[in-house]
């Protein structure tokens, strides 16, 4: 996965797959075992042991397609294309050899062909101008939001999903609707009377978030990652169930974004009093809750308060503002947040945004350099290996400014945690040297890009994304 000629099992520090170097991709997604990226044309590349043995360097599989997004389950890729069009094929090259391949039509009218690969077109039943905006995607089930704020899901793995997390209440592989495909998209008709905006999907369990603010949970809770309480005798709840934050805000705060990953779920609100917070729940076994806490079960979400109520002085503005979160990377066992902050370019004073990582660290994808893991957020050196005083140090606020970044010669993907070439660092004594993320700039005169950050399943990865 991060170094495919490598008979190393674990990656201690960043490597670079050169195989991208000077390359900006449109999305990269990491599994345990496969590696999934997208070119700037729109085509799918794979590699990992989970893809093909011995593969050394990526294989480009699916093409002409247009795709702009992936997303992974255990043995699917789901591909979003420019045209909103829902893409499946199995990420073993095997069955994707061995499988039905689709007839195609030809630049030539009148005349078709047969796809090199086998793949599936997934087709929600769509309105008048209706169209596909967002999906995401567990272990086993897929959810695709729709510009009209409809829901649907479906089985997206070789195993049907049975924990509930598709949101349809009785639904399991003997009672799905016959005479249909199996991985067939339904519309979870209890969200009807509400227009989701934002979807999110953990291994086992379902998030949506409505225009009006209300959060909607489904799916498994074994670990609280629904935000309710652990009862054994119902440890899965197959209808969206409104989650209240109001043990945590007497006045309802407003949730500006939600996501999930492995067994967690994480909310991000601006509070009646002026402030930004993060919170989570689910399992915090290994730290992924990043509220200091080594806990099994955490039902009701609660702060991450390395993350909250964060401020800092805006020098355009003469004010004192919220650091907002300005997303989160999730991976099976570990997070990493992107900061809101301030960044610059300029010669005077180039910095990035911040990134706190927290979470498993079996395998070293914390990028700390040490297998220790972490339950608070922290910060790590730059990949360029520049000195740093804040290995390992909580994220308790944003002070001082960090390495100085050229946007423009910082290209190419890398595997394990970053890499040591990626970003050339210009250092200054009186700075505080943590890695952040390159801003948004221009890259070699490919067109915009920015820094991006990809938690996989005991990996992850930094690559500069095409905008």
């Known amino acids: 996965m991060i170094a495919p000629d490598s008979k190393e099992k674990v990656i201690k520090t960043p490597r670079r797959l050169h195989f991208f170097d000077g390359a900006l991709l449109r999305d990269l997604q990491l599994n345990k075992d496969a590696g999934v990226a997208v070119d700037d044309k729109g085509n799918i590349l794979q ?25 992974l389950t255990k043995d699917k890729i789901i591909a979003l294309s420019e045209d909103k069009t829902i893409y499946s094929l199995p990420i073993s090259k095997q069955y994707q050899q061995e499988g039905s391949k689709p007839s195609e039509s030809s630049w030539i009218p009148g005349l078709s062909s047969t796809s090199d690969i086998s793949y599936r ?52 592989y003997t009672t799905r609707p016959t005479g249909k495909p199996y991985d067939t998209l339904q519309e979870i008709t209890s969200l009807q009377p509400y227009k989701i905006t934002q979807i999110a999907a953990g291994d086992y369990h379902s998030v949506v978030l409505s225009s009006a603010g209300q959060i909607f949970t489904f799916g498994d809770n074994i670990h609280g990652q629904l935000g309710f309480e652990y009862n054994p005798d119902t440890n899965t709840i197959d209808v969206p169930t409104p989650l209240s934050l109001s043990h945590l805000y007497p006045t309802p705060p407003t949730v500006t974004t939600i996501a999930a990953g492995g067994s967690n779920t994480y909310f991000t609100v601006d509070t009646p009093t002026g402030t930004h917070d993060v919170l989570s729940c689910g399992t915090g076994i290994y730290g992924n809750l990043g509220n200091g806490r080594w806990t099994h079960v955490q039902g009701p979400p609660s702060r991450i308060k390395a993350l909250s109520g964060l401020q800092e002085f805006n020098e355009s503005t003469q004010r004192t503002e919220p650091i907002r979160l300005h997303s989160l990377s999730i991976g099976g066992t570990h997070v990493a947040a992107v900061m809101g902050n301030s960044t610059s370019t300029s010669p005077a004073g180039s910095y ?20 220790n893991n972490s339950n608070v957020p922290v910060y790590i050196q730059p990949l360029d290996g520049v000195p740093t005083e804040l290995v ?15 946007p423009s010669r910082a290209s190419g993907i890398i595997g394990g945690v970053g890499n040591e070439e990626n970003r050339r660092a210009v250092t200054r004594h009186d700075q505080v040297h943590r890695f952040q993320l390159t801003p948004e700039g221009n890259v070699n005169g490919k067109g915009k890009a920015v820094q991006t950050v990809v938690c996989g399943r005991g990996n992850t990865a930094v690559f500069m994304k095409k905008l």
């Open 47 to 71: 590699w990992g042991t989970g893809y093909a043995a011995d593969i050394k360097v990526p294989e480009t599989t699916l093409r002409g397609k247009n795709i702009e997004r992936v997303v």
């Open 121 to 172: 077109i997934l087709k929600p039943d769509l309105g008048y101008l209706e169209k596909v905006t967002s999906i995401a995607a567990g272990c086993d089930h897929l959810l695709v939001l729709t510009s009209a704020g409809r829901v649907f899901s479906s089985a997206a793995a070789f195993h049907y999903p049975d924990r509930g997390q598709m949101g349809i209440p009785g639904l399991t």
């Open 352 to 371: 990035g945004s911040d990134v706190l990582w927290w979470g498993n660290n079996e395998f070293y994808q914390l990028g700390t350099g040490k297998r």
């Open 392 to 406: 390992g140090v909580r994220g308790e606020g944003f002070t001082g400014s960090s390495s100085r970044v050229d």
